[in-house]
């Protein structure tokens, strides 16, 4: 059985909630991740269960080339009006099951998912399905 945090429609509903409520909080976390990373521009980023974009927005505004993704289609929309109203061309949002990403292996250079992971129904599955994603040769 399934908690409601582990389903989209519960995320959809609270979208901008969401963003009001927690965003701040998120964006600690994902600033140090960027720190961390030292993200080149035109680095490729996925970033899994993206919600409002706390890292996917600072990561496209230091020059990644990024991939949101997210099960819930609310927050990807919320996303999506974000991305318009900054006018950023290297960042698209996507609906996606992070832990049925449709992606090629090995097409990131980087990927991060700053509190959506924790949510996973199968935590021990979240590194599998997320890692093959990325290339073996960026940030060790």
Not at 36 to 55: N, Y
Not at 75 to 84: A, D, T, V
């Amino acid at each position: 059985m399934l908690s409601p945090d582990q389903v989209p429609q519960g995320w959809s509903s609270i979208a901008s909630e969401y963003e009001r409520a927690f965003e701040q909080f998120t964006a600690q976390f994902s600033s140090e991740a960027l720190r961390q990373l030292q993200l080149k521009p035109g680095e490729r980023v996925l970033d899994v269960a993206t919600g409002t974009g706390s890292f996917s927005l600072p990561a496209a505004r230091a020059g990644g080339d990024v991939l949101a993704t997210d099960f819930a289609p609310g927050m990807i929309e919320r996303l999506r009006q974000r991305i318009h109203h900054e006018g950023l061309q290297n960042i698209r949002a996507e609906i996606m099951d992070g832990q049925a990403l449709n992606l090629p292996d090995a097409c990131f250079d980087v990927s991060a998912s700053i509190v959506g992971v924790i949510f996973f129904p199968d935590i021990a599955r979240r590194e599998h399905d997320i890692c093959p994603q990325m290339n073996a040769d960026e940030h060790g």
